[in-house]
């Protein structure tokens, strides 16, 4: 930030570039190439969320505001007018969603983890660029708008923590409730929704198709039993419970309270209850104008089997959001994703069409400049790159460091390695995801299946082919009847085939270029093609 400042003072703001940031600002070599390394474009966006923080609680009052816009690094001063102060009229008139979303803000600043340091940095430069703008720079003079809206800007729903109960025991349960409280917190916690203590939400998100959640610690004889529930904030439904039995001893180490709190908000991932419930909520409202959030539940839904007609829906979801909010970053990063699927899966027609893919590299770079700090802005730019052909490992490595708890990231990422050959890395990931994930999509099976294939065992590739539910995905049926064939199922391999046919009647002769699309390597490919071939006798 200091940096920008400096060059926006300088006359030089709206020359600034991502290259002269990333050389000057962040060390990187000549040779930096800001296409392939969204480095400057995250820390852009994790500047544009702390100023959106900083002025939205304790910078609400400084009379010189500082923005940066998105798709340019140069800095924007405003002043604040003055107008007279009508707390009960502005309090009544808050709405419920910019309500929750300020007093999350403000709860925010307690977790000195997230905001002491970019706190710091804002007050010292807003301090020094008030100084230089008051002595002979030109300030714009409006009222400022408290951008609470843009913090609620999530595609999940908000979600309500409520302090955990604790109930008898030994010594100890209260502050293992509290601590198991904090952890889920920051476990669901991100960029991606709007997540709410209890105690700063209140009741207002009773208005707010969200969902609380809350749970109870209770020990005996060495155990801890937790329970955890989820209900929906405006009708009070149920739409989960479970109960976890872990040793006493295990819940004194923090790996072992964060392990609890991840199998917790498991409830609140995709392809988990939450989601299911959001599901049916979106279809009983019947029709109406879409939204991103609708879209990314369209696109879970998809991914869940690969189907030709989910893909459609959710890609003209996503065509019709992205017109509307052009400055959404998840519509513009589920757009990519789903034009590659078209380019790599061949719907539409669209089979190895070069064009298709351009287009989704240029809706994945959008969705970037946007916001780098959205992972599926970057797994569309990694899915761009790999199916282009390209070196995919350093974007890679860097979703995986940036979010190392994340099963979506890591299948994605494993089935990319398992194809290309790094089998060994590529299926752990995938097995973890399999792990973290409440209803798992039948790619990720397809993957490991690939993997014994590879490695000829035969009968463990079929029992895997097997949980593949994807009635109108040719590949998955293509693996299927490859591990049958092999595995000594001939009735299986058969009709799979014969299925395979029917979604795809030029497999037999296509299949190996379909292979190359997918990067599929060498001695994998192999073992494809001969158990496709001998699924035919």
């Known amino acids: 930030m200091r940096y920008v400042v400096e060059q926006t003072l ?14 000057e600002v962040f060390a990187r070599p000549p040779d930096f190439d800001a296409q392939t390394d969204p480095l400057v474009r995250v820390e852009a966006g994790r500047l544009r969320r702390r100023l959106i923080e900083y002025y939205a609680d304790e910078g609400r009052d400084d009379p010189v505001r500082l923005e940066l816009p998105r798709g340019s690094y140069a800095v924007v001063a405003s002043h604040k007018a003055a107008k007279p102060v009508e707390p009960d009229t502005a309090a009544a008139k808050t709405p419920p969603v910019a309500a ?10 307690r977790r ?3 905001r ?12 020094a660029i008030t100084a230089f703008l008051f002595r002979g720079g030109e300030v714009k003079n409006e009222a400022h708008e408290t951008p609470a809206v843009a913090i609620a800007l999530a595609f999940r729903p908000p979600i309500v923590v409520q302090p955990f109960d604790a109930f008898g025991g030994p010594d100890g349960m209260t502050e293992l409730a509290a601590t198991l409280t904090e952890e889920v917190f920051l476990v669901l916690d991100g960029p991606e929704r709007l997540v709410v203590p209890a105690e700063v939400g209140g009741t207002g998100i009773s208005t707010l198709p969200g969902y609380v959640l809350s749970g109870s610690v209770r020990a005996s004889d060495g155990q801890v039993r937790i329970t955890a529930r989820v209900v929906r904030a405006d009708t009070g439904t149920q739409v989960w ?3 976890y039995d872990e040793p006493l001893d295990a819940l004194r180490s923090a790996a072992g309270q964060r392990r609890v709190a991840r199998l917790v908000a498991l409830a609140t991932e995709p392809y988990g209850p939450v989601f299911d419930a959001e599901t049916e909520r979106v279809a009983a ?10 879209c990314v539940l369209r696109y879970y839904q998809y991914r869940r089997a690969f189907g030709a007609a989910e893909h459609a829906k959710a890609l003209d979801c996503f065509e019709l959001v992205t017109a509307r909010e052009p400055e959404s970053a998840e519509a513009w990063a589920g757009l990519s994703l789903l034009t590659t699927d078209a380019w790599a899966h061949g719907f539409g027609g669209h089979g190895g069409s070069n064009p298709l893919l351009e287009r989704a590299r240029e809706m994945a770079r959008r969705a970037m400049d946007i916001d780098g700090e959205n992972l599926h802005a970057n797994l569309a730019l990694l899915g761009v790159q790999y199916f282009s052909g390209s070196d995919f490992h350093e974007v890679a490595e860097r979703i995986l460091a940036t979010w190392p708890e994340n099963a979506e990231a890591e299948a994605y990422l494993g089935s990319m390695l398992v194809l290309t050959g790094d089998t060994a890395r590529g299926d752990a990931l995938v097995a973890d995801a399999i792990e973290w994930t409440p209803k798992v999509p039948s790619g990720y099976y397809a993957s490991r299946s690939l993997v014994a294939l590879r490695e000829q065992r035969y009968e463990e590739a079929l029992a895997l082919a097997l949980r593949i539910d994807a009635p109108d995905w040719a590949l ?12 000594g199922r001939t009735d299986l391999a058969a009709r ?11 497999i037999a002769t296509s299949l190996p270029e379909l292979l190359r699309r997918w990067r599929v390597e060498p001695v994998m490919a192999g073992e494809i093609e001969r158990g496709f071939a001998a699924a035919a006798l």
Request: no cysteine; glycine share 10%.
């Open 10 to 23: 300088a006359g030089q703001g709206e020359r600034l570039k991502g290259y002269t940031i990333a050389v």
């Open 100 to 109: 929750i979303a300020l007093e999350a803000a403000a709860a925010r600043k």
């Open 116 to 127: 002491l340091r970019a706190v710091a940095a804002v007050a010292v430069i807003a301090a």
């Open 285 to 294: 409202m019947g029709a109406h104008e879409p939204v991103t959030h609708d």
């Open 496 to 506: 799979a085939r014969a299925r395979v046919m029917e979604l795809n009647p030029t």
């Open 112 to 114: 000195k983890w997230r």
């Open 476 to 487: 998955g049926h293509v693996i299927l009847a490859a591990a049958g064939a092999l595995g």
């Open 241 to 243: 419970s479970a109960a």
